[in-house]
Nanobody
């Protein structure tokens, strides 16, 4: 069983920055693909960014150029650096780890961007 714990959310003004962190339990972290998703009030959860075990990244069009996903395998941690935040980025942000075809999710961290 894998446990994921997100942190780093909060209230920020439009144009500001936040860095989210997600720590995973267990070993073998470096072999797993990881991602960040978000869910705004009244909307479906959507993919924000992914990073493979090899370090290849991908982004949703809405965040490309503003957000950066990265990982530190020594710390079992995946990060999401969010710059130039907009009110429409307001959501609960979840990290996901994919292990042998099974998705594991954290409980999420709330990001609120005020205008």
């Amino acid at each position: 069983q894998v446990q994921l714990v997100e942190s780093g959310g909060g209230l920020v003004q439009a144009g500001g920055s936040l860095r989210l962190s997600c720590v995973a339990s267990g070993n073998m972290f470096r072999f797993y693909n990881l991602g960040w998703h978000r869910q705004a009030p009244g909307k479906q959860r959507e993919l924000v960014a992914t990073i493979t075990s090899g370090g290849t990244t991908s982004y949703a069009d809405s965040v490309r150029g503003r957000f950066t996903i990265s990982r530190d395998n020594a710390k079992n941690t995946v990060y999401l650096q969010m710059n130039s935040l907009k009110p429409e980025d307001t959501a609960v942000y979840y990290c996901k780890l994919v292990r042998y075809g099974t998705d594991y999710w954290g409980k999420g961290t709330l990001v609120t961007v005020s205008s």
